[in-house]
């Protein structure tokens, strides 16, 4: 009975593995995303390597939340199993991610989203959780239009707690900013440094790129389903 129990929980380990691993998507589809075209462009490189992910082991059933910055909520769950294998789903991926002209962002609501997933999964008992921020990174007044004026640099918003919301996960594994516009990045870097500083210190790997570095960046994957160390 014990040799049938240790092999029991060695056939099932992967399979526990496999829940234990989850992506964290903030994704701008705003009006004010820059460079709209060339930015859909790599938003379809990072949904190429979500779809990747479905042939590893440990990442085919990844908990994958993607959150909206103009509605400030999660728009797509799933997993990257479910990304390649179900076009109707791959596609309401796709609609969820586009750019839309007349939206306006709402960043303190999609990091207060953030936080709020990041705490679902600590619940649930996930052992690393990776987040990718692909946003310019300028929040919009609301009600807003065609006609709001913007000004860049534009300072981050003092409502909500951001750093908080990057800071208050233990099963952080790594953190990535891409498409931020170069107005916003020495702002937002200073904005972020507690955040950074924190995260550096735990090991915790932090990558944050405008819009030109992001365009090479991202021929690669951002992603890892490898074990949390």
Request: hydrophobic share 45%.
């Amino acid at each position: 009975m014990k040799y049938l129990l240790t092999l029991l929980l060695l056939v099932s380990a992967p399979l526990f593995a496999q829940d234990k691993i989850a992506l964290e998507l903030i994704i701008d589809d705003s009006g004010v995303l820059l460079d709209a075209g060339s930015a859909q462009t790599s938003k379809m490189m990072l949904l190429a390597h979500l779809k990747a992910l479905a042939s590893k082991r440990a990442g085919a059933h990844a908990r994958v939340n993607v959150i909206s910055t103009s509605l400030g909520r999660t728009v797509w769950s799933g997993t990257p199993l479910e990304l390649r294998r179900d076009p109707l789903r791959a596609q309401a991926l796709v609609d969820a991610i586009t750019a839309d002209p007349a939206r306006c962002n709402n960043l303190p609501g999609a990091f207060a989203e953030l936080k709020s997933n990041l705490a679902q999964h600590e619940r649930e008992g996930v052992h690393g959780v990776q987040v990718v921020i692909f946003s310019s990174l300028v929040d919009t007044p609301r009600p807003c239009s065609a006609i709001t004026h913007i000004t860049l640099p534009q300072m981050p918003p003092e409502d909500g707690d951001i750093n908080g919301a990057l800071l208050g996960s233990a099963n952080l594994r790594s953190l990535a900013f891409f498409w931020v516009s170069p107005h916003q990045k020495r702002v937002w870097e200073e904005f972020l440094a507690p955040s950074f500083e924190e995260l550096r210190a735990r090991g915790i790997p932090v990558t944050f790129l405008d819009v030109e570095r992001s365009l090479s960046a991202l021929r690669s994957s951002p992603f890892s389903a490898g074990e949390t160390p």
